[in-house]
């Protein structure tokens, strides 16, 4: 039986888009709802990094593109592409919220959000072992995105990928609009497992 789901699809596709309808849609049938989002950072257009974002809105930098060579102070850099990730940032806000997920009050139906695990996220210790204790809990289902496979394979994306437990829906420009209802579904009857 499925606890968990999954999206995943290229970069841009309306993943993020989705997990937050999804969350919304959740609420207002009275499911509890925690964890993360990541939401792209412009400047002009531009795309200058990314944000890890609380459903309850609080929000810090994950990464941002480097000012320039040699800016990192002597510290060690945490890079994927042209964006220095702040791991301190990252996880100061998001694995406080692992900690809580299990607390949940009198069996009380949580969804937890995690999008996404990918690079960055992963450049965090921390933040596997948290991922892996919370897909392993019985206290909530987990509503989170992975890369598509591209490249070396990460470790932890090809865990969840693989495991038993975990519906994954690939998510396309063509059906993303007519996922929302299947994930809704899917998340439905991950609750009641873990009810």
Same mark, same amino acid.
């Given at each position: *039986?499925?606890k968990?789901?999954?999206?995943?699809?290229?970069p @841009?596709v @309306?993943? +993020?888009?989705?997990?937050?309808? $999804?969350c !919304?849609?959740?609420?207002?049938s009275?499911?509890?709802?925690?964890?993360?989002?990541?939401? !792209?950072? #412009?400047d @002009? =257009?531009r #795309?200058?990094?990314?944000?890890?974002?609380?459903?309850?809105? !609080?929000r810090a930098?994950?990464?941002?593109?480097?000012? =320039?060579?040699?800016s990192?102070?002597? #510290?060690r850099?945490?890079?994927?592409?042209?964006?220095?990730?702040?791991?301190? %940032?990252?996880e100061?806000? $998001?694995?406080?919220?692992?900690r809580?997920?299990?607390? $949940?009050?009198?069996? %009380? /139906?949580k969804?937890?959000?995690?999008d !996404?695990?990918?690079? *960055?996220?992963?450049?965090?210790?921390?933040f596997? /072992?948290?991922?892996?204790? +919370?897909?392993d &809990?019985? &206290?909530?289902?987990?509503?989170?995105?992975?890369?598509?496979?591209? @490249? #070396?394979?990460?470790?932890?994306?090809?865990?969840?990928? =693989?495991?038993?437990?975990v519906?994954?829906f690939?998510?396309?420009?063509?059906?993303?609009?007519a996922?929302l209802?299947?994930?809704?579904?899917?998340?439905?009857?991950?609750?009641?497992?873990?009810?």
């Amino acid at each position: *039986m499925f606890k968990h789901v999954f999206l995943t699809g290229p970069p @841009g596709v @309306g993943k +993020t888009t989705l997990i937050q309808k $999804a969350c !919304e849609a959740l609420v207002s049938s009275g499911v509890g709802v925690e964890g993360f989002y990541t939401e !792209e950072v #412009r400047d @002009g =257009g531009r #795309r200058v990094g990314f944000d890890v974002v609380t459903v309850t809105g !609080e929000r810090a930098h994950l990464s941002r593109i480097r000012d =320039g060579p040699g800016s990192s102070h002597g #510290r060690r850099e945490y890079t994927v592409g042209q964006y220095v990730v702040d791991l301190p %940032s990252f996880e100061n806000l $998001a694995l406080p919220l692992f900690r809580n997920v299990g607390s $949940a009050e009198g069996g %009380s /139906r949580k969804v937890f959000v995690i999008d !996404e695990i990918g690079k *960055m996220e992963l450049y965090s210790q921390s933040f596997i /072992r948290s991922v892996r204790q +919370t897909l392993d &809990s019985s &206290s909530c289902s987990i509503l989170g995105t992975i890369p598509i496979p591209k @490249g #070396r394979p990460l470790g932890l994306v090809e865990e969840v990928r =693989g495991r038993r437990d975990v519906r994954v829906f690939t998510v396309s420009k063509e059906n993303r609009n007519a996922l929302l209802q299947d994930i809704l579904a899917a998340l439905q009857n991950c609750l009641k497992q873990t009810a």
